[in-house]
């Protein structure tokens, strides 16, 4: 996972968004990334865009979004569909629970999706993330047990 650049922009505009808005074309996009840039630097979210290691292509994006409350993350993850079953998604989520835990000293890492999206929620409950609520338009909300302790 690195930070997303200008030229990475063009392959991810289908799985672009801001405040629940999906990006039409490439300059919604861009205006997006300078968004979630601007949120970065306001210390607010973490950005990374998720890239093949052979192709160094960009398939998706993963990070920490939402400001971080009381030591909370909220973590969410996109994959462009046409690379769906590949163990992109794992290996980045994985990344950045390590990097919450570790590196940002969170207390609570988080994820919210809505109960039609089944990849998304076997993800989370492979990743050892628990349902922790419903919430409203027909979402759930599941937060990581890796940061429980005994």
Request: hydrophobic share 35%; aromatic share 12%; proline share 1%.
């Amino acid at each position: 996972m690195k930070q997303i650049e200008t030229k990475d922009i063009k392959d991810i505009v289908e799985i672009s968004y801001y405040d629940a808005v999906q990006a039409v074309d490439v300059q919604q996009a861009e205006q997006m990334q300078h968004k979630i840039n601007e949120d970065y630097l306001n210390g607010n979210s973490i950005h990374w865009g998720i890239f093949d290691n052979i192709t160094n292509k960009i398939v998706g994006t993963c990070g920490y979004y939402r400001g971080f409350t009381a030591g909370a993350g909220e973590l969410g993850c996109v994959l462009v569909p046409q690379y769906y079953g590949n163990g992109y998604m794992t290996a980045a989520m994985m990344l950045a629970m390590d990097y919450g835990k570790h590196s940002m000293k969170l207390h609570r890492i988080y994820a919210v999706t809505s109960k039609s999206n089944q990849k998304a929620i076997g993800l989370l409950e492979r990743l050892n993330f628990s349902n922790t609520a419903e919430l409203e338009y027909d979402d759930l909300e599941y937060e990581w047990e890796g940061l429980k302790t005994i």
